[in-house]
């Protein structure tokens, strides 16, 4: 049994004001398995002063030195590996293959800033003016379950390479990684209040990050909703403000796609990270001639995808994160059905063998129209949907057709006419036969998928505001 309670403000492990304990699970076997004291928003208030203390001498660190910090950092989460891979697994579910990466995903994006940080010009020529790129202050990072040990050190490695200092409030639901992450950080040795650390419930901690007038940048991955209103709340001080938000990716397969290599990245792209990822290709869209060809193959090739306990190897998929995530999904589902739209694969309830636990059947529906509930809201689980379209162009309007921006596939044989489709569509990634990450790459979304960019050069600029100098 875990107990977290300490949160990590000013460089110290403290005793939260916030006195509410919050229960973890397991969700692979609905066992509670540790709880968290949680914060409040007291605690937050003490970390925004903190943080704020801590800007003034952070913010005049030269470049060579925070790229020295972020190396630290990454070093320090890198030696914590296996321990995050234990605690994503059991905490979150993630399968194995799936916890590896993320636990490695966790200290690479701090070397990943590292190196960025090293290649950037702060100032620059603007005609006759001096201009140079200054952190923006103290910065609120706000992070899902999803990846939560990832996001965490993906969106502080930005702000510390900028020179901002941070409050990061978690995912309460994934105290055990952000502990360990924590005291990976920790060690790093750091100035105190340079990042600080309160898990606590949205909607006290994050409300009063959101709203502390001492927090000049705000930056948020979770669903649309919650983004909508932190943006309203953050308008109130001109916040700046970076929103990754949620997505209902199309994955394009057009007509001279080998199927034999599309089936197989269309259901990874779907089933990924367990179907709890944003940028998850969720609406497969297939052309019409072909489309018996393709569902018969997906029907075979989803046959053989585990579900199932997330230690054993063969799983691809894994419960999950909570009861609710679990409810939400199947109400999807139900929904699917009773829209008309038809059950290739999966449907209601457990998999087989599967008493307890959060685990869903690999679910796809064919026979979607894109007006349907399950082809227009995000399920965030593994229940994909196939929808036919008459040509490319009628494709890509379907494609386009969604309130969400986030991230597109296209399979295709020929790479320059896949590339002619990735261009018209609305979506701030676009994958062409892979499923590769670009981390150099600016991540983020269109439309409702949210507001700006995290990696790469476009991620540090996010914490940064230009100031023109002109001098006589
Ligand atoms: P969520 O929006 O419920 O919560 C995200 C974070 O915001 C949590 O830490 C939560 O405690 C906090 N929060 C909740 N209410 C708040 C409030 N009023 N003020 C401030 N903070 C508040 O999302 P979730 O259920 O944790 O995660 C799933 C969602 O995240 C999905 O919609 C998914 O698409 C999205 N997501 C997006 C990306 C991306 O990069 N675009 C990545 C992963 C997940």
């Known amino acids: 049994m875990q107990v977290i309670d300490t949160i990590y403000i000013d460089g110290a492990f ?21 709880h968290v004291r949680l914060a409040d928003a007291e605690d937050a208030r003490a970390a925004v002063a903190a943080a704020k203390r801590a800007f003034p001498a952070f913010s ?38 799936r916890g590896r990466w993320m636990a490695q995903h966790a200290s690479n994006v701090l070397r990943d ?8 010009t702060f100032t620059r020529r603007a ?70 650390i309160v898990t606590g419930r949205g ?10 007038p001492d927090v000049a940048k705000l930056s948020f991955t979770g669903s649309t909703a919650v983004g909508k209103s932190i943006l309203r709340t953050g308008a109130e001080t001109l916040k700046r403000v970076t929103l990754e938000l949620g997505g209902k990716s199309p994955t394009i397969v057009l007509d001279d796609a080998d199927f034999d290599l599309a089936v197989p990245l269309a259901l990874q792209a779907g089933f990924m990270n367990s179907g709890q990822a944003c940028i998850a290709g969720t609406r497969i869209l297939v052309p019409q001639a072909r489309l018996a060809e393709f569902e018969a193959k997906i029907v075979e090739a989803v046959a053989g995808i585990q579900s199932g306990d997330p230690r054993d190897p063969r799983t691809s998929i894994g419960p999950m994160v909570s009861r609710k995530q679990w409810e939400r999904v199947q109400r999807y589902i139900r929904v699917g059905i009773d829209e ?21 059947r690999p679910t796809v529906f064919s026979g979607v129209t894109n007006a349907m509930t399950i082809a227009r809201e ?36 020929d790479t320059a006419r896949a590339n002619a489709v990735a261009a018209r569509i609305e979506a701030g990634r676009v994958l062409v036969n892979t499923l590769a990450h670009e981390p150099a790459a600016p991540f983020g979304g269109f439309k409702q998928s949210g507001i700006g960019r995290e990696y790469g050069v476009a991620g540090l600029e996010a914490f940064l505001e230009a100031k023109a100098v002109i001098a006589a």
């Open 113 to 120: 800033a590292a190196d960025v940080l090293e290649q950037y």
């Open 127 to 196: 005609g006759t003016a001096q201009v140079t790129m200054q952190p923006l202050g103290v910065a609120g990072l706000i992070t899902p379950w999803n990846s939560n040990a990832g996001f965490i050190c993906g969106k502080l490695a930005a702000a510390l390479a900028a020179g901002c200092t941070a409050v990061i409030k978690p995912s309460e639901m994934s105290a055990i990684q952000t502990r360990i992450v924590t005291e990976a950080l920790h060690e790093a040795g750091l100035p105190p209040g340079v990042f600080n």
């Open 60 to 97: 005049r660190t030269p470049q060579h030195e925070r790229v020295a910090m972020l190396r630290r950092l990454h070093a320090a989460v890198a030696a914590r590996e296996d321990a995050l891979f234990d605690a994503i697994v059991e905490e979150y579910g993630a399968p194995v293959s």
């Open 340 to 360: 008309g739209a038809r059950l290739l694969a999966g449907g209601e309830g457990r998999p087989d063998g599967a008493p307890t636990g959060w685990f869903v």
């Open 378 to 413: 995000e399920i965030f689980g593994p229940v994909l949907a196939i929808i036919a379209y008459r040509d490319t162009d009628h494709a890509i309007e379907i494609a386009n057709d969604t309130p969400y921006g986030l991230q597109a596939y296209v399979c295709s044989a």
């Open 203 to 212: 909607d006290t901690v994050g409300a009063a990050i959101s709203a502390h």
């Open 14 to 34: 403290v005793t939260p004001h916030g006195s509410e304990r919050f229960e973890l699970f397991n969700p692979a076997t609905e066992q509670v398995i540790g």
